[in-house]
């Protein structure tokens, strides 16, 4: 009992741990296209970031930062299923909502980047 348990914990943690890395490969991916010279690291040994530079170009950080989260998003909207595992993918795959607010990291980027866009026009 204890030992099957352990492992349905583990499968979880695998499936956030794979999730975190597929929003930090969508970060990596345009930023390589912009040519952002975009670098990984790992916070504490375990946490995956994607950093680039910027350039100032609000349009292309807004794109960087906002495809992630919401290519999960809407992966969470589309999946279906009734297993354990992929609800609880669901779940971390339909969080990324928060990455919108200001309150993330990737939601001050795209609040920023929206401000600087308006401020342009």
């Known amino acids: ?9 583990v499968e979880y943690i695998l499936i956030m741990f794979a ?3 597929f929003h930090e ?16 690291s790992f916070q504490y040994g375990l ?14 950080n807004l794109l960087i930062t906002i495809l992630p989260s919401l290519v999960l998003v809407i992966i969470g909207i589309l999946l279906d299923g009734n ?6 993918f669901k779940i971390i795959c339909l969080s990324n909502i928060f990455n919108f607010f200001p309150i ?9 980047s929206i401000l600087k866009l308006i401020r342009r026009s």
């Open 19 to 21: 999730v975190v890395i």
């Open 83 to 88: 297993n354990s595992h992929i609800i609880f």
């Open 47 to 60: 946490i995956p970031v994607v950093s680039y530079n910027n350039n100032q170009n609000y349009c292309q």
């Open 1 to 9: 009992m204890f030992v099957s348990g352990l492992i349905f914990f």
């Open 25 to 40: 490969i969508l970060h990596w991916l345009p930023a390589i296209i912009f040519n952002r010279n975009p670098s990984l």
């Open 104 to 112: 993330t990291t990737d939601g001050e980027i795209i609040l920023l």
